[in-house]
């Protein structure tokens, strides 16, 4: 089955940096790949998604880039606030198949 | 629109008692369905997926189950609490076909086995 490993654990920046979650995923087949963001004690909640057939996706402060090659996936958020403290996921999904999540990154975003 | 219900939304429960949680969706049909457990608010754990009604994969080895009878109700069962079942369990959605598409998470349950 899928596999998919997040780094990041923790990630600690400054107000105003940019942060950077690396995934990898084990199956060249999949084909899908959100990441949600999980405030503490809520569920988690799709903040941008990237399909195989694109290498780039923006919106906004956040974007994502996919190498398909090197089976491997990015989240960037630049100019960090406060507001993006979370845990976030990353998650690759095999066509009909079942997603799989990261292990997540705890973003500390400092005043 | 579609809508995910999950309760209850906090449970204590005693070592070696039985457990049922519930989550069913509204507005869609034939979705795919998932268990997630969820410690120490990191890593989402897949603990049962299921594409249809009576369809159950189990991802993890453990003294959970889970069953799906009707189309749009996902249960998850214990006969026996362990401590090590405490945790934050998600119940999840998805559309089935071929373009995979975002999941829908339902407000969780947090276990407190004790």
């Known amino acids: 089955g899928e596999n998919v490993e997040q780094h990041p654990s923790t990630l600690s920046v400054q107000e105003g940096d940019s942060a950077v979650i690396k995934c990898t995923y084990s199956?060249?087949?999949?084909?899908?790949f959100p990441w949600y963001k999980q405030e503490l004690g809520k569920r988690p909640q799709l903040i941008i998604d990237i399909r195989s057939n694109v290498g780039e996706k923006k919106d906004q402060r956040i974007a994502v880039t996919l190498n398909k090659t090197a089976k491997h996936f990015s989240l960037h958020i630049t100019e960090t606030q406060p507001e993006d403290s979370a845990v976030y996921f990353c998650a690759a999904s095999l066509p009909y198949g079942k997603l799989t999540f990261g292990q997540g990154t705890i973003l500390t975003v400092h005043p | 629109s579609q809508t995910i219900h999950q309760w209850p939304a906090t449970l204590v429960q005693p070592v070696g008692s039985p457990l049922s949680l519930e989550c069913t969706v509204e507005g869609t049909s034939n979705p795919n369905l998932y268990w997630y457990r969820q410690a120490a608010g990191r890593g989402l754990q897949l603990l049962f997926y299921s594409v249809g009604i009576g369809q159950i994969s189990s991802e993890v080895p453990q003294n959970l189950s889970a069953s799906r009878p009707q189309d749009r109700q996902f249960i998850l069962s214990s006969k026996k609490l362990l401590l090590s079942d405490s945790g934050f369990y998600l119940c999840?959605?998805?559309?089935?076909?071929?373009?995979?598409?975002?999941?829908?998470f339902g407000q969780g349950t947090r276990l407190t086995v004790v």
């Open positions: 199956d060249s087949a999949s084909n899908y």
């Open positions: 999840a959605w998805t559309r089935q076909g071929t373009m995979n598409t975002e999941a829908f």
